[in-house]
C-alpha cells in the first residue's frame, strides 16, 4: 500500500513539476526540447494576477496620498496674507465652529461659539472626548472646520495659508517632546531668532537660570538635551 501511494505520489510530482522531454525530428536530426508543466503553466497567469494585485495596492495608497496632499492648505496665500504685525492684541473668537475628523463621522464640535480676549488665561474642562483636545486642532487647523469660522484680532484664520498661521501660535503638547540637539534647535528649529532674543524667552519663561546652572552661557547653545 505505501508504495502504491508513494508511486502515485513520484508520478504526480514528476508529472506536475518536472519539465517533460520530447523529441522531435525535423530534416533528419533529432530535437530534445522540454515542455512546461500544469504548475508552470499555471504559475504564469497567477503571477500575473498577484503583480496586478500589488499595483492595484500601490496605486490605492499613492491615491490616498495625493488626496491628502490637494486637502492640506498652501502654506501661504499672497492675496490673502495677514498683516506683518498681527497678531497685536490676541483676541479668539469662535463663531459657531463645527469640526469632523472625516465626512462620515459625526460632528465633534457642534456651533462651538465663545470670545478669548486678549491676555485673558482660560481653563477648559470636560471628560475625555468631550472635544477639548479638538480646540486646539480647529486652532491650528490641523483639521478644517465644517462650518463657521475662527478669528484671531479680526482675521480669519481659514482664509490664510498655513504658514502664516501656525507661525504665531504656540503649544505645550499633552506628551512634549524634546528633539535630540541643542537647546536652540529645540527653541529655534528654522534659524529665524537670534541668541539674544532666545535669551530672552528663556528669561521671560523663567528658564534662564536652569540653563546658566546647566552648561554656562557660553555653552548653552551647545548643550545636547536628553
Known amino acids: 500500500m505505501q508504495s502504491t501511494i508513494q508511486g502515485i505520489w513520484d508520478q504526480f510530482w514528476g508529472h506536475s513539476f518536472s519539465p517533460q522531454l520530447s523529441s522531435e525530428k525535423r530534416k533528419g536530426k533529432i530535437y530534445h526540447t522540454k515542455k512546461p508543466t500544469p504548475v508552470q503553466n499555471c504559475s504564469k497567469p497567477f503571477g500575473m494576477l498577484m503583480r496586478f494585485a500589488d499595483w492595484k495596492l500601490d496605486f490605492s495608497v499613492l491615491f490616498l ?50 470670545t478669548i480676549k486678549p491676555k485673558e488665561k482660560i481653563g ?38 498655513l504658514a502664516d498661521l501656525r507661525s504665531k501660535l504656540s503649544i505645550i503638547p499633552q506628551e512634549p517632546v524634546l528633539f535630540s540637539g541643542t537647546v536652540r534647535s529645540n527653541l529655534d528649529p528654522f534659524n529665524q531668532y537670534s541668541e539674544e532674543q532666545i535669551w530672552d524667552a528663556l528669561e521671560r519663561t523663567h528658564m534662564k537660570e536652569c540653563s546658566l546652572l546647566l552648561m554656562g552661557k557660553a555653552c548653552v547653545t551647545s548643550l545636547v538635551m536628553r
Open 124 to 161: 477648559i474642562v470636560g471628560r475625555t472626548g468631550s472635544g477639548k483636545s479638538s480646540l486646539g486642532m480647529a486652532l491650528f487647523r490641523l483639521v478644517e472646520l465644517s462650518g463657521g469660522c475662527i478669528k484671531i484680532d479680526g482675521v480669519k484664520i481659514n482664509d490664510i495659508g
Open 65 to 114: 496620498f495625493l488626496k491628502t496632499l490637494s486637502l492640506e492648505a498652501p502654506a501661504r496665500i499672497k492675496n490673502k496674507a495677514p498683516p506683518l504685525d498681527w497678531p497685536q492684541e490676541g483676541e479668539v473668537v469662535f463663531e459657531n465652529a463645527e469640526m469632523r475628523y472625516r465626512e462620515n463621522l459625526p460632528l465633534v464640535l457642534k456651533k462651538v461659539s465663545f
